[in-house]
């Protein structure tokens, strides 16, 4: 038996620099749900590669053109219906490829008219104070980066 779900697959990148984390904030532009703070990344356009995702929404949502380093791993998360904060009545299943890059040129610049709406540095020592998407603590512990104090969901 099959039902209607949902699927996403998008490439992020875990960019780190003098032990602060690049984040991109996710504005999802309903009046009822709060934005978080996320990886820079985003979904892949039809015909794109991973690399070649992560590279065009790391300058779209920062401003700053980024060199892969590694392929750090790929994260699967399945919601339930009741989980979707955008209340949509299907299930969703998002597949995350997650790297390692390091910035190359660029000026920091948030993005205009997309799903994000800024980009910041962040400490890793601070990001307990920081309303994260459950992506980051994931991406930051397959970096090694991962502070102690921060939960990390491997589901």
């Known amino acids: 038996m099959s039902f209607p779900m949902d699927t996403r697959v998008g490439a992020y990148a875990v960019i780190v620099d003098d032990g602060a984390v690049l984040l991109s904030h996710w504005n999802p532009r309903h009046p009822t749900l709060r934005g978080a703070w996320t990886l820079p990344g985003g979904g892949m356009e039809v015909g794109e590669q991973p690399?070649?995702?992560?590279?065009?929404?790391?300058?779209?949502?920062?401003?700053?053109?980024?060199?892969?380093?590694?392929?750090?791993?790929?994260?699967?998360?399945?919601?339930?219906?009741?989980?979707?904060?955008?209340?949509?009545?299907?299930?969703f299943h998002a597949l995350r490829v997650i790297y390692r890059a390091h910035v190359t040129g660029g000026t920091l610049t948030p993005e205009v008219g997309g799903s994000s709406d800024e980009a910041r540095w962040f400490p890793l020592s601070g990001l307990t104070e920081v309303p994260l998407v459950s992506l980051v603590p994931v991406a930051l512990d397959l970096a090694g980066l991962a502070p102690a104090d921060l939960p990390v969901e491997r589901r």
Do not use: I, K, N
């Open 51 to 91: 690399a070649q995702t992560v590279l065009r929404e790391v300058f779209e949502e920062t401003g700053f053109s980024v060199e892969l380093d590694a392929l750090l791993g790929v994260h699967s998360r399945h919601m339930e219906p009741g989980e979707r904060l955008d209340g949509r009545g299907r299930p």
